[in-house]
């Protein structure tokens, strides 16, 4: 079992890939994709993705071990093992339009794998997708009889963007979940192999399929459910001078609490959180469980608070108007180091202010390009400078919407002395040194904190 196929060359399929091709040298990985212009990225000197770390990994793997082609039927019937980590977003459309998860790019891979293969092989679902997919995965796999056997394994991937290297590298733990009869037993097996190549047994977790699935939904929803909820209580802080950093770090020396994700800011994005957890609530609803699914949706509802929050804020402290006011928005990946921008919390409050008549002028070190896409509606009224003081020039208001460590260690002296006065500083991820922009002249908001205003 020795030629492993992915299917889907994204965010995850790619990086997941290529750290398998690193570390398994014995171990022939090929990845296709649809999307003809992604593959020729991978193949390329500009990598289709921004992941620290990521190019050394593939130039030293690229056509060794590691290939990437469009030909997805043949490399199907060449391949052991297959890993489906195709892209599964909100459905849009129908039943369960804005909750449930889109399944048709997985089902047509199902569909292919089954036209293609005339021997045994694994298939990986390596996507995050509804508890009991794999049911549904083995039912298509199983709708012929051509002699061959398909065991379907789950093995959802927990990496993050912006730390997807490092995390593939030395993961919390690896969860691979699989029948209990012999025939899933051994696949488990096949897939435990691989990752003991540079993952300690302890940290290999395999548990039944559904556990599985769902965990990957759970995990989702916890981390978002403390973004959420560190975010409800800034608006709380804002409402009663305490500052939500100060409760962050009070809370967070709690052993039983933690400290990890307890920043307060203009909420969480990404493709993933949103949609896995909308996901998770239509389950519930699906199994009758509505107080359940209530509960989760809360989450949700939250994010948008806090996002909404925001440009009230900014709106409100300038004067309730931005009509035509140059607004700098310094981020509009939803996370740092990344290009990423997925359900990024910047298209919102982008909006919301484009709404408002605000003239917005966007920069962030690598996520320009999405960023026209994302608000194309909008185009007339958006100015894209990549550099942040050439940005700032006779602006009203700067507005950091990612967490970027370029940005905090910026002049905001000399950006100050270029800008129309009062100005703003509206801090939407709590980088800065608030004081010291007091101190220049700036009218400080800060999420969660007591706003520092000369006004
Ligand atoms: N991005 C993350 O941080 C992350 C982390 C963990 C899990 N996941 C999950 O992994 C899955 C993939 O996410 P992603 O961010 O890599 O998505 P992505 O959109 O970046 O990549 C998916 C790729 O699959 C390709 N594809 C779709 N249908 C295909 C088909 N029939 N044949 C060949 N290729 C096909 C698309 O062209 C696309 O390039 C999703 O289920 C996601 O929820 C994502």
Redesign the pocket.
Known sequence: MKNILC????????PTMAMIAKKCPEYTITV????ED?IQKWQSDTLP?YEPDLKPIVEETLNKNLFFSTD?SGNISKADIIFV?????TKTFGIGAGKAADLQ?WE??AR?ILTHSNSNKIVVE????PVRTAEAMERILNSHDKGVHFEVLSN??????GT?IRDLMNPDRVLIGGHNSKSGQEAVSELVKIYAHWVSPEKILTTNLWSSELS?LVANAFLSQRISSINAISALCEATEADVEEVSKAIGTDSRIGSKFLNASIGFG???FQ??ILNMVYLCEYYGLSEVANYWEQVVFMNNYQKQRFVTRMIKSMFNTVVDKKIVILGFAFKANTG?T?ESPAIDICKQLLEERASLTISDPKAVKNAKKDLEQFIDQIEFELDPYTAATNAHALAILTEWEEYKSLDYKKIFDTMIKPAFIFDGRNILDHQKLFDIGYNVYAVGKPELSHL
């Open positions: 299917i889907g060359a994204g965010y995850v399929g790619g296709v994709d649809i999307n992604r993705i997805v980590s195709v892209n599964t977003p790019y047509k891979t292919q390596k996507s995050t997708l959802p991937e927990f990496l993050a963007e997807a990957k990404g493709s993933c949609k896995d990423d997925r």
